[in-house]
């Protein structure tokens, strides 16, 4: 390991069919991410993992039901194959049951395999929306567990409760989650200080004027970025090969170091969700993270219940990851789970690049094949079409140093900043040939834009009636951003703030000074 810690905490619901954990989940996801990242679009249709924050806490909450592989299953195999997921991979394990139809042996399978772990593991009997049916919910201590919450998710009601014992029941915060933190915080105060009208608004015509306070501001925002990269913290990009089983990870890893790795084989049950390599890259070093690099045993080393797991492990390396690199099998395409991790890559703000492996033995391949390939690709993940592709062949070795570049460049990207005088030309050349809609007679303006963050970069914008801006409007006014800087890789964040005050009073030349 570099030294570098474990990535959020995973909380996993646990469930048979329709007990409501999608419900529940919903209700984390939806009501604790806030300020900062409001605008970040919906990248998945169907979402199973979702980033939630309750108490200064963030985590990762994974619904399990939704990782069914196979819709053949019996409920009660669906429930204890979640159940071992959870086991295995989860470090907080909320079992759902059902207040409404009571105790079921499918509820009695799931909780025979949940009490041999030593995880938390916290009953929260749901549908609990009255007080009868709370007392109803009591059966469930028969469950054998002490910690026991009556809730209804549809409503609300004991869910905070809830949530309270789940964020106690986490591990120990670990200091990248503390920096991260910080880094949020630090930049929000400054969208707020903006937001109030300590910032000069951006005028349209008054260039001259523009210009002079521009460089008067300069150094200011200078002095903020400095502050901002040394809270970054100085580690080499971090690297995570992510991907389905046998798609090829280990070979790649191996193709990039030149030697073969040993393979750790862990005891079932424990938690080693990943192997680091610090490897020497160019005048400095990059961090590969290999999620393949633990092979389990057993029923779980095969077939749907293994990609299962290397989907939630991926979850776990992308989040203490600068930049994910996809693996995918050629000769396979993308699948549903590939498509999963893709969203979570971006919706935790990490870079993407899709390595497409295997290609040696791509039948039939013509100058037109990867073409093709990416043209497919491109159509079922469009949400992510400033991803880099790239065919490589672990076996051959062919491009393999070259996935390491691409993903080196993307962290770049991910770092990159814009000043802020450059980046309101751009926006106020973006508006006037393309200005918004007109909604219910009133036009919304945009009148200043600042980067307020990297990693990803993230943008404010502060407009007049914001929530009026459609979002192929949000759209429009990233391809611009993308367009001019690239950004290739990363994702990007748009805030829109409403901009109070129409005009104010003047004030002395570089007075854009924090607080
Ligand atoms: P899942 O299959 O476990 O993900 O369950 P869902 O979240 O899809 O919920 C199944 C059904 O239970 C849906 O019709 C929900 O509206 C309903 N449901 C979920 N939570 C509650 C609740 O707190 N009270 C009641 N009465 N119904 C609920
Ligand atoms: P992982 O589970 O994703 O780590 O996959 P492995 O690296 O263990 O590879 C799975 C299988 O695919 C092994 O039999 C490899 O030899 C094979 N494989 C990996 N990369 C390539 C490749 O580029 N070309 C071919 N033909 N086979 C490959």
Known sequence: MSGRSAGLPVVALVGRPNVGKST?????????????????????????????????????????????????????????????????????IVFLVDAETGFTPADQDAAELLRRTTKPVLVAANKADNQRREQDAAEFFALGWEEQYAISANHGRGVADLLDAIVWALPPESQAEIARKEREAEAEA??????????????????????????????????????????????????????????????????????????????????????????????????????????????????????????????????RADVAVLVLDANDGLTAQDAHVAGYVIEEGRGLVIAVNKWDIVEGKTHKSFDEFVTTLRRDLPFVDYAPVISVSAKTGQRVTRVLELAVDVWGERRRRIGTGELNRLVREAVERNPPAIVHGKRTKVRYATQVGVAPPTFVFFATEPASLHFSYRRYLENRLREAYGFDGTPIRLVFREQVREKRPPKGRGARARR
């Open 190 to 319: 400054w969208a707020k200080d903006m937001a109030a009208g300590d910032l000069e608004p951006f005028v349209v015509g008054d260039e001259e004027a523009e210009e002079a306070d521009e460089a008067a501001s300069d150094e200011a925002e200078s002095a903020r970025w400095d502050a901002m990269m040394a809270a970054e913290s100085s580690e080499p990009p971090a690297i995570a090969f992510v991907g389905r089983p046998n798609v090829g990870k280990s070979s790649l890893l191996n193709a990039l170091l030149g030697e073969e790795r040993t393979i750790v084989s862990s005891v079932p049950g424990t938690t080693r969700d990943a192997i680091d390599t610090t490897i020497p890259w160019g005048r400095s070093e990059v961090v590969l993270i290999d999620t393949a690099g633990i092979k389990r045993r057993g029923k779980v080393a095969n077939g749907p219940a293994a990609e299962r797991y290397s989907t939630l492990r991926a979850l776990k390396a992308i989040s």
């Open 24 to 92: 529940l989940f919903n209700r984390v996801v939806g009501d604790a991410r806030a300020a900062i990242v409001e605008d970040r679009a919906r990248t998945t249709r169907d979402r199973l993992y979702g980033d939630a924050e309750w108490n200064g806490r963030r985590f990762v909450v994974v619904d399990t039901g939704g990782l069914e592989a196979a819709p053949g299953d019996a409920i009660e195999e669906q429930v204890q194959l979640q159940a071992r997921l959870a086991i295995g991979e989860a470090d907080v």
